[in-house]
């Protein structure tokens, strides 16, 4: 894999993939000027229920959504894996070919970092950034953070910095009202999803006849 010098790294179900996925990994990138994103989806995630279509569907209308996107890599790393996939080690894998690795997530799974494995350890290996809401302001990023590690970090200009020198970094993100819940259920309904997936993204969910009743 190529070495980054600041690479960031977009983890998730992607069950599809939508254009809010695709506006989000963008605004980060230029925010942190980033020199490539990567895009992860996962085999079995830990944190959630099974997925509706399969690890390779999912894969494939990421290939395709990036396809004309310079700014964006798929990876299939946590597809190979036998494990769930821990974003511990994704994030081991990915650190060893960047100097400085961002790992991008929205608050609300941010504020549930205490759940995760070995999620202490996280800290010491990646930088964080934070993809605010609407409604959410810098500042509540402190807030969010597990009391038992609260006294880790101080508070910069920028964001939060680790004791290990990563920082927590909050990016407001555009905001677009659209979820992977919502496009599934329009398909299940047999209502158009233009507009809300890349082109080359209906046409494969179309094709293959996913999220449609059995």
Request: include cysteine.
């Amino acid at each position: 894999m190529q070495a980054y010098r600041r690479l960031g790294v977009l983890g998730g179900t992607f069950d599809p993939v939508h254009i809010g996925h695709l506006r989000c990994a963008l605004d980060v990138k230029e925010f942190l000027e980033l020199d490539r994103v990567m895009l992860v989806p996962s085999k079995t995630p830990p944190h959630k229920p099974e997925s509706y279509a399969s690890a390779s569907d999912r894969y494939k209308m990421l290939k395709l959504a990036a396809l004309f996107a310079k700014e964006l890599t798929v990876s299939d790393f946590e597809l190979g894996q036998s494990r769930p996939s821990y974003t511990f080690y994704t994030l081991q894998h990915f650190g060893t070919n960047a100097q400085k690795l961002f790992f991008i997530i929205g608050s609300d799974a941010f504020s549930e970092i205490r759940t995760w494995h070995r999620w202490e350890e996280i800290f010491n290996i990646t930088n964080f950034a934070v993809m605010l809401r609407a409604g959410h302001e810098p500042e509540d990023i402190g807030k969010m953070l597990p009391s038992e590690i609260t006294a880790d970090f101080e508070r910069q200009e920028v964001g939060y910095r680790h004791r290990s020198g990563n920082m927590i970094i909050p990016v407001k993100v555009t905001k677009l009202d659209v979820s992977s819940t919502q496009v599934r259920r329009l398909v299940a309904l047999g209502k158009s999803i233009r507009f809300l997936v890349p082109e080359r993204v209906m046409e494969y969910i179309e094709k293959k006849r996913l999220y449609r009743p059995t």
